[in-house]
């Protein structure tokens, strides 16, 4: 079993920033690829980046393209997720997810999933 624990989450304001991490334990976190995920109330949780197990590889949603990057580092076995200029629509709670396999922007993919971490945009 691999464990991963999301931190970073708040309430923040539209054009503000935020990192969130995702501590993981449990699993060689260096054979896994690491994903967010978020979903917002009401809706079906959606993709929003992924990172391959060197970093080298890196995709991301459309909606957050530009705005969010994805990074992690091996040595501590964490991943994070930087958010700049966000905005209302951004409000979920957002999740780390971990796969065995190969980079996937699809969620019935990864084997792993921490507890989330609320985001809240609003002014």
């Known amino acids: 079993q691999m464990q991963l624990v999301e931190s970073g989450g708040g309430l923040v304001q539209p054009g503000d920033s935020l990192r969130l991490s995702c501590a993981a334990s449990g699993r060689t976190f260096t054979t896994y690829v690491m994903g967010w995920f978020r979903q917002a109330p009401g809706k079906n949780r959606e993709f929003v980046a992924a990172?391959?197990?060197?970093?080298?590889?890196?995709y991301y949603a459309d909606s957050v393209k530009g705005r969010f990057t994805i990074s992690r580092d091996n040595a501590k076995n964490t991943v994070y997720l930087q958010m700049t200029s966000l905005k209302p629509e951004d409000t979920a709670v957002y999740y780390c997810?971990?796969?065995?396999?190969?980079?996937?922007?699809?969620?019935?993919?990864?084997?792993?999933w921490g507890q989330g971490t609320q985001v809240t945009v609003s002014s």
């Open positions: 997810a971990a796969n065995a396999l190969v980079i996937t922007t699809k969620e019935e993919q990864y084997d792993y």
């Open positions: 990172i391959s197990r060197g970093a080298a590889s890196t």
